[in-house]
């Protein structure tokens, strides 16, 4: 806390869980919630709830040569920075989506053919309050930063009035509505779609043929040397069943995730269950936590086991999951110290709800010329989720992808005044707009990939995003 006495900051009750203060404030405008659940008391140990920004900022689409973060960087230059020494990583500041086609501002590549959602390639908002819970040590607290005054007095009055405003909202709890399908005709702003075999409401942009043979194109690609690896996504419709916040809580039952996420802004909606982290900055420290590797999680303990042993042993997966982790070496090095970049965890099985994946980690130390924003920008978008080499890798996507992924494969993020910044790769996650829920699912695609098995795996990911959908269907 400052001489001022900035940031405001107050202990909530442990009852203030973050699923009931979700509720509370759901009608907010800009609701952020950037929650963790999970076995690993580090990884999964902050949950952060925040709504009604101060400004928002959104771009439809990336312009090459454009930075899409000028104005964002000029305010965060200027604005002084007063974190609480011991609180929360996250004390208020920037927070919101940066899509997969971002990356367009700073490479040049093809956009896919279809883009039905128009989902924004960037949406950021800058929020003066969070709520922040320590998972580990069972803590909550409110924190108000009193923004956009900058004189100390109408500062704190704009934080202490806004301490009182999300306190008075937490007293009270608003009831989750549902609603039907969408009706008859509301598909016909859709592209090409396909029925999945084995639910009726269940679409892809790719019949199963159609994907085996563009898994089959990337593998000749590679064979002809473009690439070592590309990840190949198919995109999954399912009408909405559900307003989004309860298919968000339903997920957060179903398949807990340290980096879930909702995002709601006017008409639409992401609601993730992403375990992946794409960076995370605290000092001068970077790091990555890359997924490469999956297999379906079975329901005898021995038969999971065996699988948990089979994954750790798939020379396949390992290659997959090495290569990015070289891709990801590179990109962090470019805005790292000589020597610093490296790999403290590599191809560890880690256990989720209903798969198992390889991670790995990898640490540099950022040089002192490097702000955040240049970390995002030349690491964008994450290497496990385009391929190797990067940019003829997007250039592959683009061409046998018909769909753009949108939020998909994007990130949800936070970046605070003083500069520390976590991130999510949105894998697991619904988009929701015009009565429809997205799904996108894909893997890494090596010299060995087996086309029918890629495709096997995506449907594999999605299924603990479906049976969330089936639970919400059955109290319908």
């Known amino acids: 806390m400052t001489d001022d006495g900035l940031p405001l900051v107050c202990r909530i009750p442990e009852s203030h869980s973050p699923t009931r203060a979700l509720r509370a404030l759901a009608d907010w405008p800009g609701l952020l919630a950037l929650f963790s659940a999970g076995r690993d008391p580090d990884v999964a140990r902050w949950s952060f709830l925040t709504a009604d920004p101060v400004r928002t900022w959104a771009l439809p689409h990336a312009e090459l040569g454009v930075d899409p973060f000028a104005k964002l960087k000029a305010l965060w230059r200027e604005w002084p920075a007063s974190p609480l020494a011991e609180g929360p990583p996250f004390q208020a500041g920037f927070a919101g989506l940066l899509g997969y086609e971002l990356g367009r501002a700073w490479e040049k590549y093809p956009l896919a053919r279809h883009d039905e959602f128009r989902i924004p390639d960037m949406l950021v908002g800058w929020y003066d309050w969070v709520l922040a819970w320590d998972h580990r040590r069972h803590e909550a607290w409110l924190v108000t930063q009193g923004y956009p005054e900058r004189e100390p ?3 704190r009055r704009r934080a202490e009035e806004r301490r009182d405003e999300v306190l008075a909202a937490l007293t009270q709890e608003a009831p989750i509505a549902t609603h039907p399908s969408p009706p008859a005709g509301s598909m016909n702003f859709l592209a090409e779609r396909y029925p999945v075999p084995g639910n009726p409401d269940l679409f892809s942009n790719f019949t199963r043929p159609g994907y085996l043979d563009a898994v089959a194109r990337v593998v000749d690609y590679i064979h002809a040397g473009d690439i070592f690896q590309a990840n190949m996504t198919q995109r999954l419709l399912h009408p909405s069943v559900s307003e989004p916040l309860a298919l968000f809580e339903q997920l957060l039952r179903d398949n ?22 794409f960076l995370k900055i605290d000092g001068n420290a970077v790091e990555t936590r890359p997924i490469k590797g999956t297999r379906r999680r079975r329901r005898r303990p021995e038969a999971d086991l065996f699988t948990r042993d089979e994954l750790r042993e798939s020379l396949k997966d390992r290659a997959e999951n090495v290569m990015i982790v070289d891709l990801l070496r590179n990109d962090l090095s470019r805005t790292c110290l000589p020597g610093s970049v490296a790999v403290s965890q590599l191809c560890r099985v880690e256990t989720y709800a209903t798969v198992q994946h390889l991670v790995s980690e990898i640490h540099g130390r950022l040089r002192p010329d490097v702000t955040p924003w240049d970390v995002l920008a030349t690491a964008w978008p994450g290497g496990s ?29 936070y970046l605070g005044p003083d500069g520390r910044l976590d991130s999510n790769l949105l894998i697991r996650t619904f988009v929701e707009r015009h009565g429809w829920l ?39």
């Open 438 to 476: 997205q799904l996108g699912v894909g893997g890494g695609i090596v010299a060995a990939s087996q086309p029918a098995a890629e495709y096997d795996e995506t449907l594999h990911k999605a299924a603990g995003m479906l049976r969330a959908l089936a639970s919400l269907k059955a109290d319908v």
């Open 385 to 413: 989720i385009s391929g190797a080499p990067k940019i003829r890798a997007l250039e592959i996507i683009a061409e046998l992808e018909p769909t753009t992924r949108g939020p998909y494969t994007g990130s949800l993020f």
């Open 153 to 155: 007095a109408p500062r």
């Open 256 to 277: 807990p995730a340290p980096f879930a996420g909702l995002m709601r802004h006017d008409d639409w909606s992401i609601i993730s269950a992403s375990p992946e982290r």
